[in-house]
């Protein structure tokens, strides 16, 4: 063959090349924009006809581009798992760079059970959005209501698909993924910490509390489980919802005590509020920039829903023969010794159409000029047990007096409420469809309850994987997965996993691109990119 023909043949090999990795990674854009999941399958079998190696495909998902995008205030919608669409905010810094990879923060706002969804919350003055401004973050506010809390199904669905979407539309940091929160915002964070981890590089709650999934919404949650991911808590000390020393600081010594990796600080003189975060900017940076998210080698993972993963485990199968003798559930009894009413408020009532009020019956209630209105509309009530839920009060409800006080503002409410303790009694006027209803009730007693719930048994795994070997203990786990990344393990080598001693997988593993492509149509995430799996039953 004549040097003529040789040049022309190669030169053919690289045309082809080139065109076939363009063809690879358009179909790889057009698989990370795709939720369809029949599109999804026939974009994957396309890519697989290809015949790329793992290691192709892998190169192409992270040479993956995006475009420009105009920075500022974004209004997005969700369509979520109870089919209603529910909007969410994005800010995107004026530095962001399309061809740079960016942090995320994801921000859950407190009073998440209210009826309806926050309107025109106008993020541009957050001080998050701030410090984000400052240092290039792209900022998530996921918008919760009662019935898609941080606690329940439909809201923590809600908010992982938002986080995925993001990845969609900009060029994110996929370790570099953080969530925050303040108040119940910040329980939800404790709540993903415990049951979701893998999405994130560490979490941040603060003024939270980290049993209140489990209470509000029957999530089972393990302290232990915040081994994996590094947590920074902040709690005051004079909160009247969660004061730090006396409440919180016990709960977070027993987080510590499981393996928890938590830092914890406590600010003095503030009560449930924000006060401190203009101190604490400089330090979240910190926090963010220390802890990139990583693929630990060792985990411990507990859960008593089978199928829930944590980074490179699921525990698939749970059974009830009884916890192991080195088993110790991290868990402790609490008093619910708080005054509540046991409602959410309705912050858009500002005044009263005393047109379709009965007004003699309402002033009555009254010495002259002591009642201005508007009175305090509940907007949901919160619980089975708690005051309003036991005194028969509902929605649409306004309270105007408590006792012999007239309650004209939400502020009247938690004056009353501070020369109150449980089972005290109680005088409340309301307003229902105009009329006024009168009911003397008491505050429900002091009750006990656990910080986590535990109904359905649970299994755990803890472990490590060290030169192609997965060691690790377990208990009351009938079946697992193990996901296996190329950063993991030597593919040219046989995987071990021991359980409880013994050895129980000892083969060799290849890398599946068709495993790989499904993996990541379902995350988008370019950076944890697992290959193939590994399924133990015991």
Not at 76 to 86: A, F, G, H, T, Y
Not at 185 to 203: D, I, K, L, V, W
Not at 470 to 496: C, K
């Amino acid at each position: 063959m004549s040097m003529k023909h040789v040049t022309y043949v190669v030169s053919l090999v690289l045309v082809c090349t080139f065109v076939r990795a363009q063809d690879l990674t358009g179909k790889l854009r057009e698989l990370m924009y795709t939720d369809e999941e029949t599109k999804q399958i026939q974009l994957i079998n396309d890519i697989l006809g290809y015949r790329p190696t793992a290691d192709n495909i892998i190169k192409a998902i992270r040479n993956i581009t995006y475009e420009p995008h105009k920075p500022g205030k974004l209004v997005r919608e969700n369509l979520c798992i109870d089919d209603i669409k529910r909007r969410y905010y994005l800010y995107v810094p004026s530095s962001y760079n399309h061809q740079i990879k960016t942090p995320l923060l994801v921000y859950l706002h407190g009073g998440v059970l209210r009826r309806e969804l926050r309107e025109d919350w106008e993020i541009e003055e957050f001080e998050l959005v701030t410090l984000a401004e400052e240092r290039g973050y792209l900022v998530l506010f996921p918008l919760g209501q009662f019935g898609a809390s941080w606690w329940d199904s439909v809201g923590m669905t809600n908010v992982l698909q938002q986080i995925r979407a993001t990845k969609q539309e900009f060029n994110i940091d996929d370790d570099r993924v953080f969530m925050t929160g303040f108040s119940d915002g910040a329980s939800g964070s404790f709540n993903f910490a415990m049951c979701y981890p893998t999405e994130f590089a560490g979490f941040l709650p603060f003024n939270g509390h980290p049993g209140v999934g489990s209470a509000a919404g029957g999530m089972h949650t393990y302290f232990v489980n915040c081994a994996n991911r590094p947590l920074y808590v902040i709690n005051t000390d004079e909160d009247e919802l969660y004061p730090a020393e006396t409440k919180i600081r016990p709960m977070m010594e027993l987080a510590n005590e499981a393996g928890a990796d938590l830092l914890y600080r406590i600010y003095t003189g503030i009560g449930h509020d924000f006060a401190y975060l203009e101190t604490e900017l400089p330090l979240i940076a910190k926090f963010m920039d220390n802890h990139p998210r990583s693929l630990n080698p060792r985990i411990v993972w507990e859960s008593a829903d089978p199928g829930r993963q944590c980074m490179w485990l699921s525990i698939d199968s749970i059974t009830d023969e009884g916890h192991t003798d080195w088993y110790k559930d991290y868990n402790m009894e609490l008093i619910d010794d708080r005054v509540a009413f046991g409602f959410m408020p309705d912050d858009y009532h500002t005044e009263l159409d005393y047109t379709a009020i009965d007004t003699v019956a309402l002033f009555g209630l009254f010495e002259e000029g002591s009642f201005q209105g508007p009175g305090v509309r509940i907007d949901n009530v919160v619980g089975d047990s708690t005051l309003c839920a036991l005194t028969g009060l509902i929605a649409g409800d306004i309270i105007v007096k408590l006792d012999g006080a007239s309650v004209n503002t939400l502020d009247d409410v938690n004056t009353y409420k501070q020369g109150k303790k449980r089972g005290d009694s109680v005088y409340i006027a309301v307003l229902r469809d105009g009329k006024v209803m009168e009911f003397t009730t008491k505050f429900p007693d002091p009750t006990t309850f656990n910080l986590h719930t535990r109904v359905k048994p649970s299994g755990r795994i803890e472990g490590f994987f060290c030169a192609n070997t997965f060691a690790l203990r377990t208990s009351q786990v009938g079946a697992f997965t193990l996901y296996l990344h190329p950063d993991m393990v030597q593919f040219d080598q046989n995987v071990i996993v021991k359980v409880n001693g013994r050895v129980v997988y000892d083969q060799p593993v290849a890398p599946s691109p068709g495993f790989l492509l499904y993996n990541f149509a379902q995350n988008r995430d370019r950076e944890l990119l697992f290959v193939n799996k590994i399924h133990i039953k015991l």
